[in-house]
């Protein structure tokens, strides 16, 4: 759903099993294009694709999308509410309808993906079990919605970023609000992250995201994934970029990309 909100027009789809193997499709020129969720605004960030952001030596971020999430109790056609035992879905999608689970005492069951666990539920015909996913999963495989809006939370949504082996054009003239992420590691000396964020800060620069990751290197040393508004190609941001690079032990900007909006 937020690859086709990203692509209006049409597009061939290629759903894989792990975000991995996402990841190597497209640096192994297997797609053209990647969308993957980063975070949740409920559950928060979703941290193995951040590690997978940081590994990649040839993806960087072209765009954004806001999918709105409505989740949907789905099972098979003449499946009772009442005889549902397990619910299968994404480990993300079953903590956000976590409340509404213990309600009506169904187990939560870990899947790859949403859409997938609709899938195995029809495949295997069970009667007592049902998948969380989204309406259109359901009209997809032809299967019953039990129950629609079952999310904890009714301001629910994911951010995805769509990913590429190809560099972003150019800013586009005109009064679009762009964003950078970027990735970075700090020197262990005293105010050494105060030092770098008041570089952006003395120039006005907004960051909207500062998250911070181990290493899996040396233990108790972090990454951290920034999100900020500007191009890289402004002065500002160019300024900032360059007075913090002597600052940090490590530094990678993943892209910079038109800022979407929620619909």
Same mark, same amino acid.
Do not use: C
């Given at each position: 759903?937020?690859?086709? %909100?990203?692509?209006?027009?049409?597009?061939?789809?290629?759903?894989?099993?792990?975000? %991995?193997d996402v990841f190597h499709a497209a640096e192994s020129g297997g797609v053209d294009f990647a969308v993957v969720p980063v975070e949740n605004s409920i559950e928060g960030s979703v941290n193995e694709v951040y590690d997978l952001l940081l590994q990649t030596k040839k993806m960087g971020v072209i765009g954004e999308v806001y999918q709105r999430v409505r989740h949907c109790l789905i099972a098979n056609k003449g499946t009772r509410k009442n005889a549902i035992? %397990? *619910?299968?879905?994404?480990?993300?999608? #079953?903590?956000q309808c976590r409340e509404y689970l213990q309600k009506h005492r169904m187990e939560p069951m870990p899947a790859y993906d949403t *859409?997938? *666990?609709?899938?195995?539920?029809?495949?295997?015909?069970? /009667?007592?079990?049902?998948? @969380?996913?989204?309406?259109?999963?359901?009209? #997809?495989? $032809? /299967? %019953?919605?039990? $129950?629609?809006?079952?999310?904890?939370r009714k301001n629910n949504y994911t951010r995805f970023l769509v990913l590429s082996p190809k560099k972003a054009?150019?800013?586009?003239?005109?009064?679009?609000?762009?964003?950078?992420? /970027? @990735?970075?590691?700090?020197?262990?000396?005293?105010?050494?992250?105060?030092?770098?964020?008041?570089?952006?800060?003395?120039?006005?620069i907004n960051l909207t995201k500062v998250e911070s990751r181990p290493t899996?290197?040396?233990?108790?040393?972090?990454?951290?994934?920034?999100?900020?508004?500007?191009?890289?190609? $402004?002065?500002?941001?160019?300024?900032?970029?360059?007075?913090?690079?002597p600052k940090t032990s490590y530094i990678k900007i993943l892209g910079s990309y038109k800022r979407a909006e929620f619909h």
């Open positions: 759903m937020a690859t086709l %909100q990203y692509f209006p027009n049409t597009v061939e789809l290629m759903p894989l099993k792990s975000f %991995q035992k %397990q *619910a299968y879905s994404h480990p993300q999608a #079953l903590a *859409a997938g *666990a609709v899938k195995m539920i029809k495949e295997s015909g069970a /009667m007592d079990s049902a998948a @969380i996913a989204s309406r259109r999963a359901a009209e #997809l495989y $032809d /299967m %019953q919605i039990l $129950d629609e809006g079952i999310e904890d054009k150019s800013r586009k003239p005109g009064h679009y609000y762009y964003k950078t992420s /970027m @990735i970075f590691s700090v020197k262990h000396v005293p105010g050494a992250l105060f030092g770098i964020l008041g570089e952006f800060a003395i120039r006005k899996k290197e040396t233990p108790w040393e972090y990454n951290f994934y920034v999100d900020l508004e500007g191009h890289s190609g $402004d002065k500002a941001v160019k300024d900032a970029l360059r007075s913090i690079k």
